[in-house]
């Protein structure tokens, strides 16, 4: 069977991650979370010490970052220099920091010229034996992948968003928590939303809103769309 390259954008809290990972356990699919390699990129210039405010030396540092996605969709890994980061990159101070990395427009070209070559390798054999992959984030439809099978925005509203984040980085949702939440989440979808455009979809893209669904029924919504379109 031919190659399926599934292509998902959202704002944070929209739920994109743990539905992505579950349909492409499914599917068989090779999984590539783009977001966290924006988020290893900003460990990567902490650890060297660059000033986020230099962009050529922030540039320099992220063409020659030592960064291994595992694309396995059931324990997905990111190496950085030969150690697993997967729990470091998801750290208030990273998540607070990587726009600024997201914003600089040469970071922004060498990742999306490493996640197309994932996107090629995967076409050709990879981790999915050329079943496909599906790549989420903020610009895969429209930048990165804008020639892939599926291509599906997941939104939810402000409330279910903050909701989904306070119970992730809390492990509560009640009001403090919420609280808690919304400027980070806010104010990084606005910083974003300067450089990739994830809140309204692009011609073609499915808008899928997931703010009454929980995570089964957003897997099942997304499996109906991939059927329809392949
Ligand atoms: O999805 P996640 O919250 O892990 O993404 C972290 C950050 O990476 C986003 O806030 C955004 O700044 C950046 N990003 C991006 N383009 C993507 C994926 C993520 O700019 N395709």
């Known amino acids: 069977s031919t190659p399926v390259v599934i292509a ?3 704002p944070s809290g929209s739920g994109k991650s743990s539905v992505s990972k579950a349909v492409a356990a499914r ?3 090779a999984y590539l979370d783009t977001g966290a390699m924006y988020r290893a990129a900003t460990v990567w210039c902490a650890r060297r010490g660059t000033d986020l405010s230099d962009l050529a030396a922030v540039a320099a540092d992220v063409a020659s970052m030592p960064l291994e996605m595992g694309l396995d969709p059931r324990a997905p890994g990111v190496t950085l220099d030969g150690h697993d980061v997967a729990d470091e990159i998801r750290t208030t101070t990273v998540s607070e920091a990587v726009s600024r990395v997201a914003t600089n427009l040469d970071v922004r070209a060498e990742l999306k010229r490493r996640q197309r070559a994932a ?16 790549a989420e984030g903020r610009d895969i439809t429209t930048v990165v992948a804008p020639d892939a099978d599926v291509r599906i925005l997941l939104t939810a509203s402000e ?11 809390h492990g509560a949702a009640d009001a403090s928590a919420v609280e808690a939440t919304r400027d980070q989440v806010l104010r990084r979808d606005r910083d974003d939303s300067t450089v990739s455009q994830f809140v309204v979809a692009a011609d073609g893209v499915v808008t899928l ?21 392949t």
């Open 119 to 134: 996107i090629d390798a995967e076409r050709a054999g990879g981790f999915s034996h050329g079943r496909g992959i599906l």
């Open 159 to 169: 409330e279910a968003r903050l909701r989904r984040r306070a119970l992730d980085v």
């Open 8 to 10: 998902i954008d959202g």
């Open 209 to 229: 809103d997931s703010s009454e669904l929980d995570l089964e029924q957003t897997v099942e919504a997304v499996l109906a769309v991939v059927t329809e379109a």
């Open 27 to 29: 599917l068989g699919l």
